[in-house]
């Protein structure tokens, strides 16, 4: 008995072994917990794995052109797919969905259901995953231009085509929301010239008599007469002043010009002083510049031409500037009524009324012969700062070049060769094949030059990198014309902004195309 209670106190005292005895008791609960964490580690990694998914796919739907849902989830579901595929997530597009958000936003989530491997042991449940994903889409806004050749080349199913393919481009650069970036064309259809309209006046200077208000006692003499319009070298017949009657009935020319006053070489000093009356008629047999033109043809007939409201190119120091035409203004028209006319639409500042610009586009109508590089002086203008003082409300106001988050665009379209280049007015006699009759055109050969040439230069300007322009080329059916492929390769930014449709088509398509890109400068630029 005494030796079974000295082994009994034996054992007690004797702890040997204790730690394996612990260790086998916990051995369980440690396992279950070292799978659970493999369990969970594996699901935070493909949760990781998932959101950056999603983050690229969200990213890449913002920066797409797509505006509504189904446009962002066309966009975003083959990104998703394309970032998981090498991850073996198991996932599909219909784990991801990518929405507009409020404002600028562009919103994706994720969602994945994921099997624990060691949690099935004590649970049936799934552990799902999700992944929110919201990009701030970047915007501009857009200025563009689209300048549209309504040539007598351009008749039957061609002007169709045109007008589809413009209809086209005001529908997708043209948002339905105006805020916070605005988006804005202008439409420039040119001929023969390009009509400027109730504008003519104030960009190539108002031609009908003026009132006099005022005549200074000076040598030479200033005559005062508000909004007067006359330019530097215009022939002027006064009459009906009372005070310095010397005036009246005799023609002067115009030295010197500002916005309400000319000057004309006429001596006053000892003349009476104005009393009141009287108007100021440009002269109308000698000097373009005035309401009739009268000259000699280039088969050597006399012929007189009505000013019209269409224009022509700026000549002198400013020719191939944008300066404002208060300072310069640009050429005047006068054209054949019968076989070369100004053609009848005109120009539409900066809008943001689709219905407006479409309406616009589909009333074009075609003649006349092509003097492009007027055309496309005018796409640079409709967008240029310089020349916003003429548009009657603020919103048709283009802003300053280089303005932040803003995008300026050039659309140029012609169909063939630039063919008319001007002389004081009228087409000059080295106008090109397809302008119209020697009978048509003075004698003088064109001020400026060739009408490629002019283009050209105009591109020079219009490709400064301070005013910072992006220029489309159109070129329809012009393929076996080597100057105005050339010409249009010149001026487009670079060889992706330069198109050659050759069917209505194609052109239709083009117009596309540009739209789209334009639509993505707008959020990538």
């Not at 000699?296 to 006399?302: I, K, M, V």
């Not at 310069?328 to 006068?334: E, F, H, I, S």
């Not at 012609?414 to 090109?432: E, H, L, Q, R, S």
């Amino acid at each position: 008995m005494s030796r079974l209670t000295r082994l009994f106190r034996r054992l007690g005292r004797d702890d040997r072994g204790a730690i394996a005895i612990q260790f086998a008791l916990l051995a369980i609960p440690m396992s279950i917990l070292v799978f659970a964490l493999i369990d969970l580690g594996r699901i935070s990694l493909q949760r990781h794995q998932m959101q950056d998914a999603l983050d690229a796919a969200t990213l890449m739907a913002a920066r797409s052109t797509a505006v509504t849902d189904v446009e962002l989830e066309a966009v975003g579901d083959p990104a998703f797919l394309a970032e998981i595929a090498e991850l073996d997530l198991g996932l599909s597009a219909s784990n991801a969905t990518f929405k507009a958000g409020t404002g600028n936003h562009i919103v994706g989530t994720a969602s994945a259901t994921v099997k624990p491997i060691i949690a099935h042991l004590w649970t049936q449940s799934d552990f799902t995953l999700t992944a929110n994903s919201d990009v701030v889409r970047s915007s501009k806004n857009l200025e563009v231009a689209v300048v549209l050749d309504i040539t007598g080349s351009m008749s039957g199913s061609r002007i169709t085509d045109l007008k589809t393919g413009a209809a086209d481009l005001v529908d997708i650069v043209v948002k339905d929301q105006q805020s916070p970036f605005y988006s804005k064309v202008a439409i420039v259809p040119y001929a023969v010239g390009v009509n400027v309209g109730s504008y003519a006046d104030a960009v190539r200077g108002a031609v009908t008599a003026r009132a006099i208000t005022d005549v200074s006692r000076a040598n030479p003499a200033v005559v005062a007469s508000a909004a007067h319009g006359f330019i530097v070298g215009d022939k002027v017949t006064i009459s009906g002043v009372s005070g310095p009657t010397m005036l009246n009935g005799n023609t002067y020319s115009v030295t010197a010009a500002s916005a309400n006053s000319f000057t004309i070489n006429a001596n006053t000093a000892n003349a009476p002083s104005y009393v009141s009356g009287g108007v100021a008629a440009c002269d109308t047999s000698t000097n373009p510049g005035c309401l009739n033109f009268t000259f000699t043809s280039a088969n050597f007939t006399t012929v007189t031409r009505k000013l019209s409201t269409c224009v022509t190119e700026r000549t002198g120091t400013y020719a191939y500037t944008d300066m404002a035409p208060s300072i310069a203004p640009v050429g005047r028209n006068y054209p054949n009524p019968n076989s070369n006319p100004c053609p009848s639409a005109t120009i539409t500042p900066l809008s943001s009324d689709r219905t407006a610009l479409k309406t616009q586009i589909s009333a074009l109508s075609i003649g006349g012969s092509t003097a492009g590089q007027i055309g496309f002086a005018w796409g640079w203008y409709m967008i240029s700062p310089n020349f916003g003082y003429l548009w009657p409300s603020a919103t048709q106001r283009p802003a300053p070049y280089k303005t932040k988050d803003l995008v300026k665009v050039v659309v140029l379209m012609t169909d063939g060769a630039f063919n008319t280049p001007y002389c004081k007015g009228v087409i000059a006699k080295d106008a090109g094949s397809g302008s119209g009759s020697a009978s048509d055109h003075i004698n003088c050969t064109a001020t400026n030059g060739d009408a490629f040439s002019q283009t050209r230069k105009l591109c020079d300007a219009m490709k400064d990198p301070a005013l910072d322009l992006t220029i489309f080329t159109v070129g329809f059916d012009v393929g076996g014309d080597a100057n105005a492929t050339s010409m249009l390769k010149y001026c487009a930014t670079d060889a992706q902004h330069v198109y050659f449709p050759a069917t209505g088509s194609e052109l239709k398509t083009a117009f596309k195309s540009i739209a789209q890109e334009i639509s993505s400068l707008r959020i990538a630029k």
